[in-house]
C-alpha cells in the first residue's frame, strides 16, 4: 500500500468462531471524515465518534482528511465492537502518528473508550484462537478474559501506550478475569440430600452412561437438591471439552471464572425463556442455554411449565449434540452435548401418588398437565423416576446418605470400563440392540417387557443402552436379564 494507506489486522465474530478481517484504512483529500464500508453494522458504525474522541482525548491528532476504511472480506458481515482498535491503529500509522513497525504480526481486538482506554469486547477466547491458528499475537484490554493460556496474548491499556510502537506492548503473564464467581468453601454434596438411595441410584446410572433423566414426585421431594448436586459426581472437564465450553460462553458474555476452575456448567433456565433463548438466536446470533450447559448439565425444572415449542426445540440437540441455526446470512452451529435432568410434579396439585397427601385433580386435569411435555420428547429422555416425600424421621434425625465421592468414584469407574470395553468393540456409530453386548436371557427379556410395555423402536434401543450402562458399573462384559429388568423400571414410571 502507499504511505497514506495500510492494512491492520482485526477480527468478527459468528457463530462461536472468531473470523480474520483486514481493516484497511486510507487516507485522501476531501471533506473530512471517516467512512466504513464492507458490511459493518451499527456497532462498528458507531466506532468512528468512539475513535475520534479517544485519538484527540490521547493527545494525537486526528488529521482534515477523508479517511477510508474497508473492512474485508466484503461479503462477511462485520458485528461487536471490537474493530475500535484496530480502526484507530490504522488512523495512527497511516498518517504517520505512531511507528508501523510490528504491527503485520499483531491482531488488534478492543473496545475504546472516549479517554483511549482499551476495554474488552465479547468472545475473546474466540479472538485467542483464531490468533493463535494465525501465529498471530493478541492485543487487547489487558483485564479480556482469553483464557488458561494467554502468553502470546499482549494487554493494552490506553491507546497512548502505542506511541513508542507496538513492541512496547506488555505481555499478559498469568490468565486474567474480570469477575471471577468465587469457589463456595462447601460444595453441593448427595450427603445432603436425606433418604432418596433409589433415586441417587438412578442419578449415578444417568452420568455413567450419559443417560437423560425425567424426575417426578410431589412438592418437597428434593427433585431439585438433587439436580443440583449432579455436577458434583461428573469426571472433570477434559481439555477439549473445556475449551469448547470457554468458547461458547465468551461468546455469550458468561463468566468464565468456573470453567477455568474446573467447573462443569449447570444451567437452570426460568419456564419463562423463549426458544432463541434456550437454542441460539437473535442478532447477532448467539448460543442459548444448551450450548451453555456444553460439558455440564441442563435442568428443567417444572418441565410440563415450558413452552411446547421450546421444548420441542430440543429434539434435534438430543440425538445430534448440536444446534444448527440456518438464517439469510449462512449456517450457524454451535456444540451441545449435555446431560439433560427434568424435574416435574405428578399432577396440577402435585400429590398423586404422594403417601399422607390426597390428590383433588380430575383425570382429565391429570391427562392434560402430563399431556404438556409431549411424547415425542419424553420419548426421547432415557430415564423415568418417581421421586417420594423423604421419612420426616429422617429429615428430622440430621441422618445423611451416600455422599458425590462415593457416587463420583462408581461413575468414572464405569465410564472408565465403557470406554475399555469400546476399544476393545469395532466401532457402529449410534449404538444398537445388536452392539450392546447382551447374553440370550437379556435379549428375550428386552422383547417381552418392550412388547408389554409397547415400548417404539428408539424406547427399546434407550433400554438397552441404559441396561448396558447398569452392567458397566459392575465391570460386566454381558448384560444379563436383571440389568433389563431395571432398565425396563426406570421407563415410564412417571406415567
Known amino acids: 500500500m502507499s504511505r497514506d494507506s495500510l492494512a491492520v489486522n482485526a477480527a468478527t465474530i459468528r457463530g462461536v468462531e472468531a473470523f480474520r478481517v483486514s481493516c484497511e484504512v486510507s487516507c485522501s483529500g476531501g471533506i473530512p471524515g471517516i467512512s466504513i464500508v464492507g458490511l459493518p453494522d451499527g456497532s462498528v458504525l458507531e466506532a468512528r465518534t468512539r475513535v475520534r474522541c479517544a485519538i484527540r482525548n490521547c493527545g494525537f491528532e486526528l488529521p482534515r482528511l477523508h479517511i477510508t476504511v474497508n473492512l474485508a472480506p466484503a461479503e462477511l458481515r462485520k458485528t461487536g465492537t471490537g474493530f475500535d482498535l484496530?480502526?484507530?491503529?490504522?488512523?495512527?500509522?497511516?498518517?504517520?502518528?505512531?511507528?508501523?513497525?510490528?504491527?503485520?504480526?499483531?491482531?488488534?481486538?478492543?473496545?475504546?473508550?472516549?479517554?483511549?482506554?482499551?476495554?474488552?469486547?465479547?468472545?475473546?477466547?474466540?479472538?485467542?484462537?483464531?490468533?493463535?491458528?494465525?501465529?498471530?499475537?493478541?492485543?487487547?484490554?489487558?483485564?479480556?478474559?482469553?483464557?488458561?493460556?494467554?502468553?502470546?496474548?499482549?494487554?493494552?491499556?490506553?491507546?497512548?501506550?502505542?506511541?513508542?510502537?507496538?513492541?512496547?506492548?506488555?505481555?499478559?503473564?498469568?490468565?486474567?478475569?474480570?469477575?471471577?464467581?468465587?469457589?463456595?468453601?462447601?460444595?453441593?454434596?448427595?450427603?445432603?440430600?436425606?433418604?432418596?438411595?433409589?433415586?441417587?441410584?438412578?442419578?449415578?446410572?444417568?452420568?455413567?452412561?450419559?443417560h437423560g433423566l425425567l424426575m417426578v414426585g410431589p412438592p418437597g421431594?428434593?427433585?431439585?437438591?438433587?439436580?443440583?448436586?449432579?455436577?458434583?459426581?461428573?469426571?472433570?472437564?477434559?481439555?477439549?471439552?473445556?475449551?469448547?465450553?470457554?468458547?461458547?460462553?465468551?461468546?455469550?458474555?458468561?463468566?468464565?471464572?468456573?470453567?477455568?476452575?474446573?467447573?462443569?456448567?449447570?444451567?437452570?433456565?426460568?419456564?419463562?425463556?423463549?426458544?432463541?433463548?434456550?437454542?441460539?438466536?437473535?442478532?447477532?446470533v448467539v448460543p442459548g442455554e444448551v450450548s451453555l450447559a456444553h460439558g455440564g448439565v441442563l435442568f428443567l425444572d417444572e418441565i410440563p411449565e415450558f413452552a411446547s415449542n421450546v421444548l420441542q426445540a430440543l429434539r434435534q440437540p438430543f440425538e445430534e449434540h448440536e444446534v444448527r441455526l440456518v438464517r439469510a446470512d449462512g449456517l450457524y452451529r454451535f456444540p451441545c452435548r449435555f446431560s439433560f435432568l427434568a424435574a416435574a410434579n405428578p399432577c396440577p396439585c402435585g400429590h398423586l401418588g404422594d403417601i399422607g397427601r390426597e390428590c383433588r385433580c380430575s383425570p382429565a386435569q391429570i391427562e392434560k398437565y402430563q399431556s404438556r411435555v409431549g411424547g415425542p420428547l419424553l420419548d426421547r429422555i432415557d430415564m423415568h423416576i418417581f421421586v417420594s416425600r423423604p421419612d420426616s424421621r429422617l429429615v428430622v434425625r440430621d441422618e445423611q446418605g451416600t455422599g458425590s465421592d462415593e457416587m463420583r468414584e462408581k461413575v468414572i469407574s464405569a465410564r472408565e470400563y465403557a470406554a475399555w470395553r469400546r476399544g476393545r468393540e469395532p466401532s457402529e456409530g449410534r449404538p444398537t440392540v445388536s452392539s450392546l453386548s447382551l447374553g440370550a436371557d437379556a435379549r428375550r427379556s428386552l422383547e417381552v417387557l418392550s412388547r408389554q410395555l409397547g415400548l417404539g423402536g428408539r424406547a427399546t434401543v434407550k433400554v438397552a443402552s441404559v441396561a448396558r450402562t447398569i452392567a458397566d458399573l459392575d465391570h460386566r462384559a454381558r448384560v444379563s436379564r436383571e440389568d433389563v429388568g431395571e432398565a425396563c423400571a426406570y421407563r415410564e414410571r412417571s406415567r
Open 221 to 284: 421431594s428434593g427433585k431439585s437438591m438433587l439436580a443440583q448436586r449432579m455436577t458434583s459426581i461428573l469426571p472433570p472437564l477434559h481439555n477439549s471439552e473445556r475449551e469448547e465450553a470457554l468458547l461458547v460462553h465468551s461468546v455469550a458474555e458468561e463468566d468464565i471464572g468456573g470453567l477455568l476452575a474446573g467447573q462443569r456448567p449447570f444451567r437452570s433456565p426460568h419456564h419463562s425463556i423463549s426458544c432463541a433463548g434456550m437454542i441460539g438466536g437473535g442478532r447477532p
Open 86 to 210: 484496530p480502526l484507530a491503529v490504522g488512523i495512527l500509522a497511516a498518517t504517520g502518528q505512531i511507528p508501523r513497525g510490528g504491527l503485520d504480526g499483531l491482531l488488534f481486538v478492543g473496545e475504546l473508550g472516549l479517554d483511549g482506554s482499551v476495554n474488552e469486547s465479547r468472545g475473546m477466547v474466540a479472538y485467542r484462537h483464531l490468533a493463535d491458528s494465525l501465529g498471530l499475537r493478541l492485543v487487547c484490554a489487558p483485564e479480556s478474559p482469553v483464557g488458561p493460556d494467554p502468553q502470546r496474548t499482549l494487554g493494552l491499556s490506553n491507546l497512548s501506550q502505542l506511541r513508542g510502537g507496538a513492541l512496547r506492548i506488555p505481555t499478559l503473564d498469568a490468565p486474567v478475569v474480570s469477575s471471577v464467581s468465587p469457589v463456595s468453601p462447601e460444595p453441593l454434596d448427595y450427603r445432603d440430600v436425606i433418604d432418596q438411595e433409589m433415586a441417587k441410584r438412578a442419578l449415578v446410572i444417568a452420568a455413567a452412561g450419559d
